[in-house]
């Protein structure tokens, strides 16, 4: 099994002509999204918060936060975004995957539309 790979286009809700696109792994390992800081700052985003993340060697680390647009694959999601390092490889995490409605197919490295997004029920 390979890396997958997917265009995503972050955007400022605030002002949505201001984006960033670039390639991003997929990482069904991590919840939020994560985009080096310098592409949040240009499009004029701001952190909201800060949150404790605990990364894949057991490290936990304290990272700022911020809520942005998420477009791939036709689909638009709001999501947590965390600002990276500058080196950082943008991630796409799973929240903004499954809100999306995908799959990763780790055979054929791309994702794969779900036939519905869950939703628990309604009243």
Partial sequence: MGATYVDVTIRNPADPARS????????????????????LEAIGLKPRGIREYSLANG?????????????FEGEIVGGTVVYGDEDSEALLGVTALESGGFEVDPRNQVLKRLPAVLLKGMR
């Fill in 20 to 39: 960033w696109t670039g390639p991003f792994l997929v990482d069904t390992g991590a919840f939020d999204s994560l985009v080096p800081k310098a592409h």
């Fill in 59 to 71: 490290e936990r680390v304290t990272l700022e936060v911020t809520v942005a647009e998420i477009e």
